[in-house]
């Protein structure tokens, strides 16, 4: 073989090799892409999955819709169950008064309540709300009601309270004939909740309260209200505190001592159920003021020292902030 003949023999090996390590090259490049395609729809995937069937069904529909008048605002209210309510973005009200529902509002999926504000007097409106969901796909109307809101009365007037042995009566001025009224107790002042105290409408003018505790101020106030279907309530009357120092218990009454060795004190209790105990004072004959013994929770004492000279007791029941009047009683030598 002459040095042509070889020069081009390995000239055509060379070219071979450089052929097949470039093929080799878009081999390796076509598959990297591949995998890298891949590992991008699974990344994909992971973030966020496609749409599925479930998320544009239509929402199950609220129900059990009322309405309740208060002052210049008529309050709705609705039922919707708690395990279905993460699905939804809000509920849409929808009023009609002579021709079709129109929205006037809406409300976050964790609320049940919203307030028009928007009506008049004496006209009829249909209300409805419905779900919707994260899509915004709405649900069937909830039950739809008429309601017609009337003037509403002045609150009542001349509130007075008296504290009794078994709780506080609030007594007011009749309003009219026709009108109830709705009482509301708070703990703090001016703050009072949405719900009143009594469980049905009072169509009287009294009202006991027997769950007063009289530790703490607690504070009453009054709405007059019609029994329509919308219950129009009127606005809230006076505030009137009930305060600790009001509770002042009635004196305990048929004390009996009998002398000895010891005095045995026994007396008939105060009729309060808010009684905080008996304070039991003794002033022994030559001495000019009576001195505290004991407090005691029940209706008797033992006065453990051997007098010889007069003694006078004295039994006061104590009240929340004040005593009552003083039950006294005399023992000769």
Not at 23 to 29: K, M
Not at 126 to 144: F, R
Not at 239 to 263: I, N, T, W, Y
Not at 278 to 299: D, Q, T
């Amino acid at each position: 073989m002459d040095y042509e003949t070889l020069k081009r023999v390995q000239g055509d090996k060379i070219m071979q090799q450089s052929r097949f390590d470039f093929s080799r090259l878009v081999g390796f490049l076509i598959s990297c892409s591949l995998l890298m395609g891949s590992a991008l729809f699974i990344i994909s995937c992971g973030k966020k999955g496609p749409p599925t069937v479930k998320a544009y069904e239509k929402p199950q529909a609220p129900s059990s819709l009322t309405a309740y008048h208060r002052e210049d605002k008529l309050m709705l209210s609705w039922s919707y169950p708690d395990n279905l309510r993460s699905g939804l973005k809000g509920f849409s009200i929808l009023r009609s008064e002579k021709d079709g529902f129109e929205k006037i509002g809406s409300v976050s999926n964790s609320q049940s309540l919203f307030m028009d504000e928007s009506f008049k007097l004496d006209v009829a409106y249909n209300y409805k709300v419905m779900a919707q969901n994260q899509k915004g796909v709405l649900s069937s109307d909830s039950n739809i009601i008429t309601v017609t809101p009337k003037p509403v009365h002045p609150p009542p007037e001349n509130i007075r309270f008296s504290v009794k042995a078994d709780g506080v009566v609030l007594s007011w001025k009749s309003s009219g004939d026709g009108i109830c009224y709705n009482i509301y107790k708070a703990a703090e002042k001016g703050k009072y909740p949405e719900s009143p105290l009594n469980k049905e409408p009072i169509c009287e003018t009294s009202f006991r309260d027997g769950s007063v505790r009289p530790e703490r101020s607690v504070y009453y106030t009054l709405r007059a209200l019609r029994m329509t279907d919308v219950r129009d309530e009127g606005y809230a009357s006076e505030e009137m505190e009930v305060s600790p120092s009001h509770f002042v218990p009635s004196a305990p009454s048929e004390l009996r001592v009998v002398k000895g060795d010891k005095q045995y004190l026994m007396w008939k209790e105060s009729p309060e159920s808010w009684v905080r105990g008996y304070r039991v004072y003794r002033k022994i004959e030559g001495e000019k003021e009576f001195a505290l013994l004991s407090e005691v929770k029940i209706p008797a004492f033992t006065d453990m020292e051997k007098i010889d000279k007069k003694i006078w007791y004295i039994i006061k029941a104590v009240g929340p902030v004040t005593e009552s009047e003083p039950l006294i009683s005399e023992v000769a030598k």
